[in-house]
C-alpha cells in the first residue's frame, strides 16, 4: 500500500509539472515569388528570387509548391536549383520532361509517393496539383535545409542544358511552404513590486509576433520585434487586486502567450509578489 500511495503521488506530481510546462507548436507559412514568369533563354542559367520576411524561425520543413513551367518542347534539357539565404543549393531535378503543360502546379516534397518523371515520364500524368519527391545525383532531400534559417533571399534557378535543341520557355510559377521551427519565448520579472507603480515584464521572443498576458492579469497585447527585449505592460485582475488589498500583497501567475507571425505559438508562465503600496 505504502508503495501504491509513492506511484499515485509521483503521478499527481508528474500531472502537475505538466500543466504548468510551456507549451510550443510550429508555424506554417506560403511565400509566393512575384517575379515570374521569367524567361528560360536556349543555354540560359536564370533565376527567380522571392524573400521570406525577417524575424521568422528557423526551417522545420520546406516544399516547392505551385511549381510550373511553360515549353514548347525539349523540356528534358531542364534543370533546377534551389538556393537558400546562405547560399547552400540543391539541385530540384536535372532532367525535365519533353512535353509540360502550362497549367502544371505540381509540389516537390520529401514525403510524397512517387519521384519526379524525366524525358517522357510525364506523358499522361496530371501535373496539376501533384506531389513529387526531388531528384538529383546529389542523393539530397529537401530536409537538406532543415534547422537553416529561413529569412532572406532565395532563389530558383531554371537552367537549360542547350544539348541539341533550340527550344526555350518560361519559369511559369513557383513557391516555397515552409513549416517553421516553434519560437522560443523567455519572460522574467521582478521578484517584488508595488501595486501603484509600474508594472511590467521583460520578454524575448525569436521571432516578430505578439505576446498576450492572462492568468492573473487583464488581457494586454504587446507587439514582439525577434531578439529584442521588450517591456510587456500588466494589470492585475480585480480578484487578485482585492486579494492585495486585503492581504498586503499576493502571488500573482502571470501567462505569457506568444505568437508568431505564423502561427507559432509559446506560452510561459512568470510569478512575481504584488504588494499594496498604500501599506
Request: glycine content about 10%.
Amino acid at each position: 500500500m505504502r508503495h501504491l500511495k509513492g506511484v499515485i503521488a509521483a503521478i499527481v506530481a508528474a500531472v502537475a509539472v505538466l500543466a504548468t510546462a510551456s507549451s510550443a507548436f510550429a508555424g506554417v507559412a506560403v511565400y509566393t515569388s512575384t517575379d515570374v514568369p521569367k524567361f528560360v533563354n536556349d543555354g540560359g542559367n536564370v533565376p527567380s528570387t522571392l524573400t521570406v520576411p525577417p524575424g521568422r524561425t528557423a526551417i522545420h520543413l520546406i516544399e516547392v509548391t505551385n511549381y510550373g513551367y511553360g515549353w514548347s518542347a525539349s523540356g528534358q534539357e531542364l534543370s533546377a536549383q534551389l538556393f537558400a539565404p546562405d547560399g547552400s543549393s540543391m539541385n530540384l531535378f536535372e532532367i525535365g520532361c519533353f512535353s509540360w503543360p502550362d497549367d502544371a502546379s505540381i509540389t516537390l516534397t520529401d514525403s510524397a509517393a512517387a519521384a519526379l518523371p524525366e524525358k517522357h515520364g510525364c506523358d499522361g500524368l496530371n501535373l496539376v496539383g501533384t506531389s513529387f519527391r526531388p531528384v538529383n545525383s546529389q542523393g539530397r532531400k529537401l530536409s537538406f535545409f532543415a534547422g537553416k534559417a529561413a529569412s532572406g533571399p532565395w532563389a530558383l534557378r531554371s537552367i537549360d542544358a542547350s544539348n541539341g535543341f533550340t527550344n526555350q520557355g518560361d519559369l511559369d510559377r513557383w513557391a516555397l511552404r515552409i513549416t517553421h521551427f516553434p519560437p522560443t519565448l523567455k519572460a522574467s520579472a521582478p521578484s517584488s513590486v508595488k501595486l501603484g507603480g509600474g508594472l511590467t515584464l521583460k520578454a524575448t521572443a525569436n521571432a516578430n509576433g505578439a505576446v498576450v498576458t492572462g492568468g492573473g492579469a487583464k488581457p494586454e497585447t504587446t507587439r514582439l520585434v525577434a531578439g529584442k527585449a521588450t517591456d510587456v505592460p500588466y494589470r492585475p485582475t480585480k480578484k487578485v487586486k482585492r486579494k492585495i488589498k486585503k492581504k498586503g500583497k499576493a502571488r500573482v501567475n502571470i501567462a505569457l502567450a506568444f505568437t508568431d507571425e505564423t502561427g507559432g505559438t509559446e506560452t510561459q508562465t512568470v510569478s512575481v509578489t504584488i504588494k499594496d503600496s498604500a501599506k
